[in-house]
Nanobody, 129 residues
Framework: QVQLVESGGGLGQAGGSLRLSCTAS????????MGWFRQAPGKEREFVAAISRSGASTYYTDSVKGRFTISRDNAKNTVYLQMNSLKPEDTAVYYC??????????????????????WGQGTQVTVSS
């Protein structure tokens, strides 16, 4: 049974920072790509950032490039999302996800929602202006 537990969400101010964490269990963490997605009220879930199983490659959606950083610690089975220069439009529920094995290349950061098969429960991030 794969489980993902997110933490670190909350209320942030525009221009401020928050750090999300997601700890996984039930799989050999280092074999799988990981990603962060978000869903704002009334909108579809969208890709935010991904990291390859090795950590060697990352990929970001354009709206967060230069502001967000995804990283992972395979020894701790944890993936992080450091969010800087927050904007009100970053307000959403943030989900971490584990990629399917077929989408977990050493240098490939999976970026399509169908490449993922397990999801966390989500953590709310609210950015005030």
């Amino acid at each position: 049974q794969v489980q993902l537990v997110e933490s670190g969400g909350g209320l942030g101010q525009a221009g401020g920072s928050l750090r999300l964490s997601c700890t996984a269990s039930g799989r050999t963490f280092s074999m799988y790509g990981m990603g962060w997605f978000r869903q704002a009220p009334g909108k579809e879930r969208e890709f935010v950032a991904a990291i390859s199983r090795s950590g060697a490659s990352t990929y970001y959606t354009d709206s967060v490039k230069g502001r967000f950083t995804i990283s992972r610690d395979n020894a701790k089975n944890t993936v992080y999302l450091q969010m800087n220069s927050l904007k009100p439009e970053d307000t959403a529920v943030y989900y971490c996800a584990v990629a399917k094995l077929a989408s977990s290349g050493y240098y490939y950061a999976p970026r399509i929602i169908n490449e993922y098969d397990y999801w966390g429960q989500g953590t709310q991030v609210t950015v005030s202006s």
